[in-house]
């Protein structure tokens, strides 16, 4: 399984990103996926999960209501909707592949700071 992150950056507090996850290797359909972020100083804390037929989405509670994870089947791509970005969302967000995490991204950077 490759996947490839992208989508990071420097923002102000209030701003928005979306993270992008291409996918391959795997039948992206399927199989469930996840975002996982790591902030400075932090250990790893999960941030969303979506099943194979997205009809079972879930958020770690300081990020529900802001940010929105979804799926492009057709161009096998794992989302991440970044919105009303807080200080406190800095960190290295990872694409990981199935319930049992058995595949990470190389991560993509957000640094949010006025």
């Known amino acids: 399984v490759q996947l490839v992150e992208s989508g990071g950056g420097l923002v102000q507090p209030g701003d928005s990103l979306r993270l992008s996850c291409e996918v391959s290797?795997?039948?992206?359909?399927?199989?469930?996926m996840m975002w996982v972020r790591q902030g400075p100083r932090k250990g790893p804390a999960w941030v969303s999960s979506?099943?194979?037929?997205?009809?079972?989405?879930s958020y770690a509670h300081f990020v529900r209501g802001r940010f929105t994870i979804s799926r492009d089947l057709v161009n096998h791509t794992l989302h991440l909707d970044l919105n009303n970005l807080q200080p406190q969302d800095t960190g290295t967000y990872y694409c990981v592949h199935g319930d049992d995490m058995d595949s990470w991204g190389n991560g993509t950077f957000v640094a949010v700071d006025s």
């Open positions: 290797g795997t039948n992206f359909g399927e199989e469930e």
């Open positions: 979506i099943n194979g037929d997205a009809s079972r989405i």
